[in-house]
């Protein structure tokens, strides 16, 4: 919706008029200006648009997580870099139903970007794994594998790591 630079300067501006009330000793103002300047800092880390996605994708509703990214027309201006790998996540975890070669460099974008959390990590390594297992490529899925259960410490992924290594002693 905005850009970044906008939203650090509309921070800036609400801060600074925050500051003002503050001095016309207008305590109630100043305090609104001031927690309005921290929602505007908050979607400067967090974009309206990814958590969105994010929602939409946990009720497994595909089209409108994607509607949603499709909102953010150039990601790599308007986000900030930690926002920009869950871009390419979010990406990468929708279109894998549907195109494997474009989804697996999505992914892949993600993890060279930098994902924060190591079960986001573990989660696009568990894609890519999936990935790699559709095109027959057996070895490259078992190093992604080992890697999952490296950055899986809560043992969320056990499931699916179980389920795609059933799948890898078909092929």
């Not at 974009?47 to 497994?60: H, V």
């Not at 990468?92 to 060279?112: D, H, P, Q």
């Not at 794994?129 to 080992?146: N, S, V």
Request: proline content about 1%.
């Amino acid at each position: 919706m905005f850009s970044k630079y906008l939203r650090l300067g509309l921070t800036a501006v609400l801060l600074g008029l925050s500051i003002w009330q503050f001095i016309e000793v207008e305590i109630g103002n100043g305090i609104m200006w001031f927690l309005l300047a921290g929602i505007v800092l908050f979607t400067y880390f967090r974009n309206e648009r990814i958590l969105q996605a994010f929602w939409f994708l946990r009720k497994n509703d595909m089209p409108k997580a994607q509607k949603a990214l499709d909102h953010i027309k150039d990601p790599e201006g308007a986000l900030i870099k930690g926002q920009l790998a869950y871009y390419y996540m979010l990406q990468g975890m929708i279109v894998s139903n549907t195109n494997l070669g474009k989804a697996e460099s999505f992914l892949r974008k993600a993890l060279k970007t930098g994902l924060r959390q190591k079960h986001d990590q573990a989660m696009a390594k568990l894609q890519l794994a999936g990935c790699a297992l559709a095109k027959r490529r057996k070895r490259e899925a078992q190093i992604l594998l080992t890697d999952v259960k490296k950055l899986d410490t809560r043992g969320m992924l056990s499931e699916q790591v179980k389920m795609l290594k059933q799948q890898m002693k078909r092929i």
